[in-house]
T-cell receptor
Framework: AQKITQTQPGMFVQEKEAVTLDCTYD???????LFWYKQPSSGEMIFLIY??????QNATEGRYSLNFQKARKSANLVISASQLGDSAMYFC?????????????FGTGTSLTVIP | GAGVSQSPSNKVTEKGKDVELRCDPI?????LYWYRQSLGQGLEFLIY????????KSGLPSDRFSAERTGGSVSTLTIQRTQQEDSAVYLC????????????????FGPGTRLTVL
């Protein structure tokens, strides 16, 4: 089974609107971390936001927030007030911590296009 | 401080040749990862190193791929007898051994090496 599933290969959003990028994960571990990365056309991977499995509050970083629903195993990224510079690929990732592991699992990504 | 660096940034090679890709992680980071990203695709895990432990090689696609990490720092990914399907961007990332803090296990990525096999 896929560890990370991103079901939206492409999304469009009007500038200044909010957009939600979906991510579901699969793990039997109790302790894990969830990440979102942005990859612009230039290719670099930019860390956006982190949510720990024991964090009770949803993570927020500026215009980014993570809608963490543990029972549903979802970790959707919400971008508020979209800007043209938000156009990029977005990857959801998970790290399972119980096994002492460092392996990160990445989804296949969502391509976001912000329309002026 | 300096981020993760990779060299070369671009590599064009002929089918059948061997290539070496280099990664310099952030100083003090004990974990180092290699990923492959084919055009328009997600990240494919290749291998990771954690301190002095045996590396996890479970993601290497074939025995033509190998990697080593010398002195717990610099890593080299070697692809022998390159094939056209090896063409991709190879990304290296490192992460801190810290076990606390909001981003304690964030990965820091290098700019990647774009490999083209003709």
């Amino acid at each position: 089974a896929q560890k990370i599933t991103q079901t939206q290969p492409g999304m469009f959003v009007q500038e200044k609107e909010a957009v939600t990028l979906d991510c579901t994960y699969d793990t039997s571990d109790q302790s894990y971390g969830l990440f979102w990365y942005k990859q612009p056309s230039s290719g670099e991977m930019i860390f956006l936001i982190y949510q720990g499995s024991y964090d009770e509050q949803n993570a927020t970083e500026g215009r980014y927030s993570l809608n963490f629903q543990k029972a549903r195993k979802s970790a959707n990224l919400v971008i508020s007030a979209s800007q043209l510079g938000d156009s990029a690929m977005y990857f959801c990732a998970m790290r399972e911590l119980n096994r002492g592991g460092n392996q990160f699992y990445f989804g296949t990504g969502t391509s976001l296009t912000v329309i002026p | 401080g300096a981020g993760v660096s990779q060299s070369p940034s671009n590599k064009v090679t002929e089918k059948g040749k061997d290539v070496e890709l280099r990664c310099d992680p952030i100083s003090g980071h004990t974990a180092l990862y290699w990923y492959r990203q084919s055009l328009g695709q997600g990240l494919e895990f290749l291998i990771y190193f954690q301190g002095n432990s045996a590396p996890d090689k479970s993601g290497l696609p074939s025995d033509r791929f190998s990697a080593e990490r010398t002195g717990g720092s610099v890593s080299t990914l070697t692809i022998q007898r390159t094939q056209q399907e090896d063409s991709a961007v190879y990304l290296c990332a490192s992460s801190s051994p810290r076990l606390a803090g909001p981003t304690y296990n964030e990965q820091f990525f290098g700019p990647g090496t774009r490999l083209t096999v003709l």
